[in-house]
């Protein structure tokens, strides 16, 4: 499919009200990561079915994974603006619908919902902020970014936490609604691309073999081990599927004209290093906010408002350390700071991992905040690495991708880590388990955490050093 389409080539807005714009757009997708978690006893109470609610997570995170690849190149096909207003709105729409869900089945599927809206903003609204940023502005702009996830770390838990107690876990998707419309107003009205009409290639036969590719392959690993056995008929055949697919995808993808996915991401060192590291951030990420506060619920009993306060310390140590990352990044290189984010993830999930028969909130607090100190060492240089690397035409597909990785590598974990706390709890409800059961059964899951974080740290090391300029440089034309 040949359309007439847009692409940017400047923006007439000032920079301040379009930052603001991409932090209230980024702060949906903050809150609704770190509020449904401390909700799941309530919502399990009223709804039932306990053995599923990892699908609340995963069924969001599916929805996000096999869209953000097909926004991405949207995004540099029709520009930024469009794409990202398609996906706050559909985000609203999920979010409205999960309100009113009335059985799990209606709650997951509306889950899915959001995550397709949250697969346009994310990656949309990182890759404006490498458009109109140069690299050695990124190191002040990521302070600002660093304060959504801030406040929402605090806000998202301690929301969930208030509505579980209340017994009105309904509204942790109804405070998305005014989020929403004020994100989608701000940007609409301070965000306007100036653009130039040129004819581009829509791949429409790629777009729709990737979607389908990877619905089947996430969802066979998703369910195995929890909904099915992996050995099972429905598990076998999901990944066969998915592999024929995934196949007829790399064919098509061959010939095409503007591929949805192009391959030289997987072929360059700089971008395939970074594209795992992404994988392991979302495993760690997913393992941590699913079953952080499960453990301290069903291990010590406390409310959902305290173990929603001891994950914040997660999203608390992130953006701390993204504030400064760029002072780091621009002295000592991309990889450097890095690794230290790496050491640092290693260490905090190794003193979860050794502590989970001894549990303590402020042991589990102390451990989270080193984890998210190190993600926000991590996660920040090596996505600004990948982003730094391309121009303006390749730039949202490069995000996209690395924002793709991240959601899979939190399915891939969700599901891991859900057969392995299954496999020890068994059907029963969370309320019901001894804590001696919920201490192993996240002793397990803790250290499939650190597995992941030592896998991710080999990944780091395998990235090419690469310095950016020290100071600011005068701007792409596509970025001013």
């Avoid at 919502?43 to 995170?61: D, H, K, R």
Wanted: glycine share 10%; net charge positive.
């Amino acid at each position: 499919m040949t359309s007439t389409s847009t692409e940017a080539v400047g923006f007439r807005s000032e920079r301040g009200p379009v930052l603001i714009s991409v932090m209230l757009s980024t702060g949906l997708v903050a809150i609704d990561a770190t509020v449904l978690a401390t909700a799941v006893p309530s919502i399990v109470g009223e709804l039932g079915g306990f053995n599923q609610f990892p699908w609340l997570f995963s069924a969001y995170l599916l929805g996000q994974a096999v869209t953000t690849p097909i926004y991405a190149k949207l995004s540099d096909v029709f520009g930024r603006k469009s794409i990202l207003l398609l996906g706050i709105g559909v985000f609203l729409l999920g979010s409205i619908l999960c309100a009113v869900a009335w059985n799990m089945l209606a709650l997951i599927a509306f889950r899915a919902i959001q995550g397709i809206g949250a697969g346009a903003v994310q990656p949309t609204a990182m890759t404006i902020v490498g458009d109109i940023y140069t690299v050695a502005e990124r190191a002040r702009v990521q302070g600002y970014l660093a304060s959504v996830w801030a406040v929402s770390s605090v806000v998202g838990p301690m929301l969930g936490g208030t509505f579980s107690q209340l017994g009105i876990w309904r509204g942790v998707f109804l405070i998305n609604i005014p989020l929403c419309l004020v994100a989608a107003w701000m940007f609409n009205r301070h965000f306007t691309e100036n653009v130039t009409r040129e004819d581009r290639s829509v791949d429409v036969a790629g777009a729709l073999l990737l979607a389908a590719a990877m619905t089947s392959l996430v969802l066979a690993i998703l369910g195995g081990g929890q909904t099915w056995a992996w050995t099972s008929v429905p598990s076998i055949t999901a990944f066969a599927v998915g592999a024929v697919l995934l196949a007829a995808f790399l064919v098509v993808e061959r010939r095409a004209r503007e591929p949805i996915l192009p391959m030289w991401v997987f072929s360059r060192r700089l971008l395939c290093a970074t594209t795992v590291v992404a994988l392991g951030v979302g495993a760690i990420l997913m393992g941590l906010t699913s079953y952080v506060p499960t453990y301290l619920e069903g291990a010590l009993r406390v409310t959902p408002i305290v173990a929603g306060l001891a994950l914040a310390a997660l999203t608390l140590g992130w953006p701390a350390t993204a504030a400064i990352a760029g002072k780091f990044y621009l002295r000592w290189g991309f990889k450097r700071t890095s690794m230290l984010g790496a050491v640092l993830v290693i260490a905090g999930a190794s003193v979860l991992a050794a502590t989970a028969h001894r549990p303590n909130v402020a042991t589990v607090a102390v451990a989270c905040f080193v984890i998210g100190g190190g993600m926000g060492l991590l996660a920040v240089p090596t996505l600004i690495a990948a982003q730094a690397s391309v121009g303006w035409n390749e730039r949202g597909i490069v995000t996209g991708t690395n924002m793709f990785a991240r959601s899979l590598g939190s399915a891939v974990g969700v599901a891991i880590f859900g057969a392995i706390a299954n496999s020890i709890f068994g059907a029963g409800d969370v309320t019901s388990l001894g804590p001696a059961l919920i201490q192993s059964g996240s002793a397990a899951v803790f250290l499939g955490v650190l597995v992941a974080a030592v896998a991710t740290a080999a990944a780091v090391v395998a990235m090419p050093r690469t310095r950016p300029a020290p100071v600011a440089v005068t701007p792409e034309p596509h970025a001013v």
